[in-house]
């Protein structure tokens, strides 16, 4: 039995998980939260034995509050990655909301709830086809289709899953309202014991970088490090310490393990000018594939 931290049931979080993690022949105990710090918290105080965090998106970037966390809050190590489709449907009553044709009849929502991410995602299709709607902000999309559900006959709708429709007896209005037809949402796996139910030929390293203050050119320098060793990075972000105004870390994802000859000579390298290295881990990385 593996024990698995994550968002409220139905999310896109909640499907990404079942995707990743079902189907492997190990029973797997799913335990829902309505905010990303009871995600972290259950497999740091040892409550779960992994927790599934959305850490980036196609269309929104970083999620900067879930990596504050990660590097902050918890000392979880990264055990895996996986990219999920993020395929935002608009979900009500049809009886409620559909005209007298059995076509949807938008005049007739007067408010669209979800999660501000989720909403944002769907943004130029609100401005389009929801004008006059409210527009309400809730903690998760699961929440934002509950909360549908319980309010009958009052002109909601929600945007969210597909699962979280079937699981209130709501109708989908609409499906795949998301702007872009490439949103796609990272997902890592947090937690103190190695992934073993699947195994991928790549493999990411991600590492936490802090400069020393007196060094000028040392970000020049950590760059030289991995480019005249030909390693590639697919992300470097920089967040701020929160020591002091104007201090920054930058956060590297490095497409190579930890097992290979170049990389640990690199975070060598990289020490050896006086810059503090912190692994945050080295995993196996998935790409999405339609069961």
């Not at 967040?239 to 097992?259: H, W």
Request: aromatic share 8%; glycine share 6%; charged share 20%.
């Amino acid at each position: 039995m593996i024990s698995v931290a994550c968002l409220t049931k139905g999310s896109t979080s909640d499907e990404a998980a079942r995707h990743m993690l079902n189907g492997f022949g190990v029973d797997i105990r799913y335990e829902y939260h309505r905010m990303i710090a009871d995600v972290f918290l259950s497999t740091a105080e040892g409550k779960t034995n992994y927790a599934v965090i959305p850490i980036e998106n196609t269309i929104d970037g970083s999620v900067s509050l879930h990596t504050d966390w990660l590097v902050d809050e918890v000392n979880l190590p990264i055990q895996a990655e996986w990219i999920y489709p993020s395929i935002q449907n608009l979900i009500g009553a049809s009886a409620e909301l559909n005209g007298e044709n059995g076509e949807l009849a938008y005049d007739r929502i007067v408010k669209v709830m979800s999660h501000p991410v989720a909403m944002a995602q769907c943004t130029q299709y609100l401005k389009r086809h929801l004008p006059h709607a409210e527009l309400e902000h809730v903690g998760s999309t699961s929440e934002a289709v509950r909360n549908v559900r319980d309010n009958p006959g009052r002109g909601w709708a929600a945007i969210g899953q597909v699962s979280a429709a079937a699981d209130n007896d709501l109708d989908l209005l609409e499906t795949a309202v998301t702007d872009h037809d490439n949103n796609y949402t990272r997902f890592l796996l947090a937690g103190p014991e190695p992934f073993t139910l699947r195994e991928s030929e790549k493999h990411k390293t991600s590492i936490l970088i802090t400069l020393p203050e007196d060094y000028p050119g040392a970000l020049h320098q950590v760059l030289s490090a991995f480019s005249w060793r030909r390693i590639n990075l697919s992300r470097i972000e920089s967040r701020p310490t929160k020591k002091k105004l104007g201090n920054y870390y930058f956060l590297i994802d490095i497409e190579m393990s930890m097992d290979s000859v170049l990389l640990p000579s690199a975070i060598a390298e990289i020490e050896a000018i006086g810059c503090q290295v912190r692994v945050l881990g080295s995993y196996p990385s998935f790409t999405y594939a339609p069961r």
